[in-house]
């Protein structure tokens, strides 16, 4: 039986499948199944923080027959056209922000929760001198947390 209801889930879909769609054509990127499907999962609403690894395992967990290597493949192509920021909590784990705006992060490490800090909260007054030939492209500041024993 087709419902209302039914219907408007069915073109909320093809709405946000075509604004996807647009999305990565406009960065220079093929609109491929698999990188609708993951953009599905990422740009859906609020701004989020992934690992490859989530990522992953929200795919599995909707249905999606996804390797980790093409989550990985698709994490680093939104990356390097603007569609996401990496961010390198340490040399082991790598963070994916849907976030692309200047901001700040604290990182529990207790739990690996990463939350935003908005930019105009932290105030960096003085920078080391750069090497000869070099320009800030931008200051990233991460707060490591952890409760209170």
């Known amino acids: 039986m087709v419902t209302m209801e039914n219907v408007n889930t069915h073109t909320n ?14 960065v220079g990127l093929r609109a491929t199944r698999q990188r609708l499907d993951i ?8 701004y989020r ?6 990522l992953h395992d929200e795919a599995i967990a909707a249905g999606m027959k996804i390797s980790l290597a093409t989550i990985y493949n698709a994490l680093n192509q939104f990356t390097d056209v603007g569609l996401l920021r990496e961010v390198l ?3 082991t784990r790598t963070y ?7 901001h700040h992060h604290f990182f529990n490490i207790d739990n690996g929760h ?11 007054s003085c920078l080391p001198t750069l090497p ?3 320009i800030i492209d931008g200051v990233d500041v991460l707060i490591r ?3 209170v024993a």
């Open 49 to 54: 923080h992934v690992t490859a690894e989530s």
């Open 89 to 91: 909590v340490d040399p």
């Open 39 to 46: 953009g599905s999962l990422l740009f859906s609403g609020k």
């Open 145 to 147: 947390i952890k409760p």
């Open 132 to 134: 000869d030939g070099q």
């Open 13 to 26: 879909q093809n709405e946000s499948h075509q604004t996807l769609t647009d999305k990565l054509r406009g």
């Open 114 to 124: 990463l939350t935003d800090i908005p930019h105009d909260e932290i105030n960096v």
């Open 96 to 102: 994916f922000d849907t976030n692309t705006s200047s």
